[in-house]
C-alpha cells in the first residue's frame, strides 16, 4: 500500500478525555456525554446505538449513575476492576459489543501497574530509570487501543499538578506550579481528540456550587479553549458532530515499523553494513591476491587495473571510503570476472555423515 493516500475524515470514534480533582464532575459528565452519543446514534439510525454502553470502573462510580441510563432505556454493562490486563480486554469488548466505553479513572490502571511492576522487582526504595522503558512500552498497549479501536471512548481521569524549577531574584532555586495534568503515563493526556478539564465552583456564601468544562484541546478547533458552566451533551455536540459517524475509522497504522533499520538479531542496520563492508573490502584484497599476487611493478599494476574496472578508481583510500552497496557491487563484478561466479558465501560443512568418512579410508 502506498505510503500516502488521499485525505479524508477519518475519525468515526469519539476519543474524549476528562480530568479534574475529587468531586469535579468528572463521571457524571461522562455520563451525560455517553448517554448523548448513544441517543444520537439511535436518532441517525446507526446499530451501535443498540448496543449496550460498557462502564470499567475503578472507584464504584457506575453505582450512582445506573439510574440515570435506566430512566434514558439504556442498558449498562460494568466491570469493577483496576487490572490493567482488564483495561486491554474492556477495550477489545466494548468495540465488539458495546456502543460507548467509559473508564473511570484511568489513573487506577496506571498507578497500580506501576506499584505491581515495582513489588514484582523488588523495587522497596522507588522505580529506577530502566524501569520506565517497559512499563511505558505496556502501556502503549492500551493508548494504541484508545486511539486506534472502532469504539467511542471517555476517558476519566485525576487531575495532578505538574512543576517546575525557578530562580527568583536572589538566584535561589523555587519549585512553583506550571499547570495540571492527567495523572498518568505521561503521555496519555495527548491521545484524546477533545481532552477537558473539569473544575468544581463555589459561592463565597456557600450556597450555590457548580461545575465548569474548560475545552484544553479540541482537535476539531470548534469549541477549543470554551469553558462551560454546568455542561451537558449539547455543548460538546460541536466536536462530535465534526467526527465521521457511521463512517470509517482509518486509525493509526501501528503495522508499520522500522525493522528495516535493524538487523534479524537487533544489530543497528549501519553496524551491520559497516561490518559488512570491511569484510567485503578484505575479500577483495584476497581475491586480487589469489589472481595478480607478488609484489612487482606487473602484479600491482594488475590489480590497479582491477580496482579502476570494479570502481572507476585506482586509489584504495577512496574505495574505502564508498558506501556499502558500491562496494558489494564491486566485488561481485571481481567475483565474475577472475572467479567466473557470482559471489556467494557458503561455510564449508566439516561434519560428514558416517558413510561419508568410510569413503575416505583407502581400501
Known amino acids: 500500500m502506498p505510503l500516502f493516500q488521499p485525505a479524508t475524515n477519518g475519525q468515526a470514534f469519539l476519543k474524549m478525555g476528562l480530568m479534574g480533582f475529587a468531586g469535579d464532575g468528572k463521571t457524571y459528565t461522562a455520563t451525560q456525554v455517553a448517554i448523548g452519543m448513544v441517543q444520537l446514534m439511535r436518532k441517525r439510525g446507526l446499530d451501535l446505538g443498540n448496543r449496550p454502553a460498557f462502564f470499567i470502573d475503578t472507584e464504584t462510580g457506575s453505582d450512582w449513575v445506573k439510574p440515570r441510563f435506566d ?18 480486554e474492556a477495550v477489545d469488548v466494548a468495540e465488539r459489543e458495546g456502543s460507548v466505553l467509559l473508564i473511570d479513572s484511568i489513573s487506577h490502571f496506571w498507578r497500580v501497574l506501576c506499584d505491581e511492576y515495582a513489588q514484582k522487582r523488588n523495587r522497596k526504595r522507588g522505580l529506577e530509570f530502566s524501569d520506565w522503558a517497559w512499563l511505558k512500552g505496556e502501556w502503549s498497549k492500551f493508548t494504541d487501543r484508545f486511539v486506534n479501536s472502532q469504539c467511542h471512548i471517555i476517558m476519566c481521569g485525576r487531575a495532578g499538578f505538574e512543576y517546575d524549577f525557578f530562580e527568583d531574584d536572589a538566584g535561589k532555586k523555587q519549585l512553583e506550579k506550571t499547570g495540571i495534568k492527567m495523572k498518568a503515563e505521561a503521555e496519555t493526556g495527548y491521545e484524546p481528540s477533545i481532552l477537558v478539564l473539569m473544575e468544581k465552583h463555589q459561592a463565597l456564601d456557600g450556597n450555590r456550587v457548580w461545575r465548569t468544562a474548560t475545552v ?75 589472481h595478480h599476487g607478488g609484489t612487482t611493478q606487473d602484479a600491482k599494476r594488475a590489480k590497479a587495473d582491477w580496482l579502476e574496472k570494479a570502481f572507476s578508481s585506482r586509489s584504495w583510500e577512496r574505495i574505502q571510503s564508498l558506501d556499502w552497496p558500491t562496494v558489494r557491487a564491486g566485488r561481485n563484478f571481481l567475483w565474475l570476472q577472475l572467479e567466473g561466479v557470482e559471489y556467494s558465501y557458503q561455510p564449508p560443512d566439516h561434519e560428514k555423515r558416517p558413510e561419508e568418512e568410510l569413503s575416505d579410508v583407502p581400501a
Not at 71 to 88: C, G, I, Q
Open 71 to 88: 430512566e434514558a432505556d439504556l442498558s449498562l454493562m460494568v466491570a469493577k476492576t483496576r487490572s490493567f490486563v482488564d483495561l486491554l
Open 216 to 290: 484544553l484541546k479540541d482537535r476539531s478547533t470548534k469549541i477549543d479553549g470554551k469553558t462551560f458552566e454546568n455542561p451537558t451533551f449539547k455543548d460538546f455536540l460541536p466536536h462530535i458532530e465534526y467526527l465521521n459517524l457511521g463512517g470509517q475509522h482509518f486509525s493509526v497504522d501501528t503495522g508499520r515499523d522500522n525493522s528495516a533499520l535493524f538487523a534479524d538479531d537487533g544489530t543497528p542496520r549501519w553496524m551491520q553494513e559497516r561490518r559488512a563492508k570491511e569484510i567485503a573490502l578484505d575479500e577483495i584484497t584476497e581475491v586480487l591476491n589469489k
